[in-house]
């Protein structure tokens, strides 16, 4: 005979059988959100592995995910959740328009900042910035190249300031803010020894001074007054 399928309150579900098909559920079924979805099981585990609404979240729970790749579990651990791209040019795209984009470690699945505590944004006035400890900037990187630091910058080996346009002279420049000293330090090594401890000051009053640092405190060894 034949029967009558209301899309609106029906489903259909195939729960064994065939070739390729497992498990997959299509309707309405869900009445507390009213939406279409398919629904993909695993039987023997007794729950969803993957769901595909309409309309809510969508969402897989059974392994990793690829695009471009049907192997992305073979990626290591720290990197095979999200797998794309078969090994050819590739790139992941954040269409956010003029507004802020965000590429986030999460340390908590929660509405709050511990799921942006670290990571990379980019906004409409073309500033890239790198985050951590609960989204807090620590980086600048403005549409000019301009690079902003929020914190100390530390190398372990050899650090370089490089102007790579030949016909200009490169140029460090430590600028204080209104009414503070401007001051370099420069330390050979970690040590209790002080004597291979040197600081730059120009002051705000117009002298450069070169301090070392002996018993704990620095000492002025030579001042030079602007006039």
Same mark, same amino acid.
């Given at each position: 005979?034949?029967?009558?399928?209301?899309?609106?309150?029906?489903?259909?579900?195939?729960?064994?059988?065939?070739?390729?098909?497992?498990?997959?559920?299509?309707?309405?079924?869900?009445?507390?959100?009213?939406?279409?979805?398919?629904?993909?099981?695993?039987?023997?585990?007794?729950?969803?592995?993957?769901?595909?609404?309409?309309?809510?979240?969508?969402?897989?729970?059974?392994?990793?995910?690829?695009?471009?790749?049907?192997?992305?579990?073979?990626?290591?651990?720290?990197?095979?959740?999200?797998?794309?791209?078969?090994?050819?040019?590739?790139? &992941?795209?954040?269409?956010? +328009? *003029? @507004?802020?984009?965000?590429?986030?470690? /999460?340390?908590?699945? $929660? =509405? !709050?900042? #511990?799921?942006?505590?670290?990571?990379?944004?980019?906004?409409?006035?073309?500033?890239?910035?790198?985050?951590?400890?609960?989204?807090?900037?620590?980086?600048?990187?403005?549409?000019?190249?301009?690079?902003?630091?929020?914190?100390?910058?530390?190398?372990?080996?050899?650090?370089?300031?490089?102007?790579?346009?030949?016909?200009?002279?490169?140029?460090?420049? &430590?600028?204080?803010?209104? +009414? *503070? @000293?401007?001051?370099?330090?420069?330390? /050979?090594?970690?040590? $209790? =020894? !002080?004597? #291979?401890?040197?600081?730059?000051?120009?002051?705000?009053?117009?002298?450069?001074?070169?301090?070392?640092?002996?018993?704990?405190?620095?000492?002025?060894?030579?001042?030079?007054?602007?006039?």
């Amino acid at each position: 005979g034949t029967n009558t399928f209301n899309k609106a309150t029906d489903f259909v579900s195939a729960a064994s059988g065939g070739t390729f098909l497992r498990y997959i559920t299509v309707g309405q079924s869900d009445t507390s959100n009213g939406e279409g979805r398919i629904d993909f099981a695993n039987e023997a585990a007794a729950g969803l592995n993957a769901r595909i609404r309409a309309n809510g979240d969508s969402y897989f729970n059974g392994g990793s995910v690829g695009i471009g790749t049907a192997n992305p579990s073979s990626s290591h651990a720290k990197a095979n959740k999200l797998v794309v791209g078969s090994g050819s040019a590739c790139g &992941i795209g954040l269409w956010a +328009g *003029a @507004n802020e984009g965000w590429y986030a470690f /999460s340390r908590d699945n $929660a =509405n !709050n900042t #511990d799921a942006y505590d670290g990571g990379m944004s980019y906004d409409g006035s073309r500033n890239l910035k790198f985050h951590t400890n609960a989204g807090a900037t620590r980086l600048t990187i403005d549409g000019s190249g301009n690079a902003t630091f929020a914190g100390n910058m530390e190398c372990n080996g050899v650090f370089q300031i490089k102007n790579l346009d030949s016909s200009e002279v490169g140029e460090v420049s &430590i600028k204080a803010g209104s +009414g *503070a @000293n401007a001051i370099l330090i420069m330390e /050979s090594d970690n040590s $209790a =020894n !002080n004597d #291979d401890t040197w600081k730059f000051q120009a002051t705000n009053g117009g002298t450069f001074s070169l301090y070392t640092l002996g018993s704990g405190s620095w000492v002025s060894i030579l001042d030079i007054a602007h006039t």
